[in-house]
């Protein structure tokens, strides 16, 4: 799945995910955004033991331990040009869990990605 070729600085990014494992290989990613002009990709993705936000301008991390695997499980990335924030959210459950914001950070979406690495090479098993 893509987005169309615009470079798009405000934008909401909202999926649920379930997983047999959530500990894979680093850099495996849930979902990605590639700028084709190469500024300000990001990618949702495992990193030791942590899901992480990781773009050109900061990352955002929630440990994996708050996570359970075989769980279905809420994400929603949101940028308002400026700044970006993660929430993940457990199934069935009553809140929505701010994981953190990066302020003053850049993040676009122009070629999206579900399941895949940015570079485009390693996948979220």
Do not use: C
């Not at 929505?96 to 570079?119: M, S």
């Amino acid at each position: 799945l893509s987005a169309d070729n615009s470079r798009l600085d405000a934008f909401t990014v909202s999926f649920w995910w379930k997983t047999d494992a959530l500990d894979q290989d680093t850099s495996t990613s849930l979902m990605s955004s590639v700028d084709n002009e190469g500024l300000n990709d990001w990618q949702l993705n495992d990193v030791n033991a942590n899901i992480a936000l990781t773009g050109d301008n900061g990352s955002i991390t929630v440990a994996q331990a708050d996570l359970e695997a075989r769980t279905w499980h809420h994400a929603a990335i949101v940028s308002d040009g400026n700044n970006v924030s993660l929430y993940v959210t457990p199934y069935r459950s009553a809140n929505v869990e701010l994981v953190g914001t990066l302020n003053n950070a850049a993040f676009n979406l122009q070629d999206l990605r579900i399941g895949a690495n940015r570079a485009g090479h390693l996948t979220y098993d």
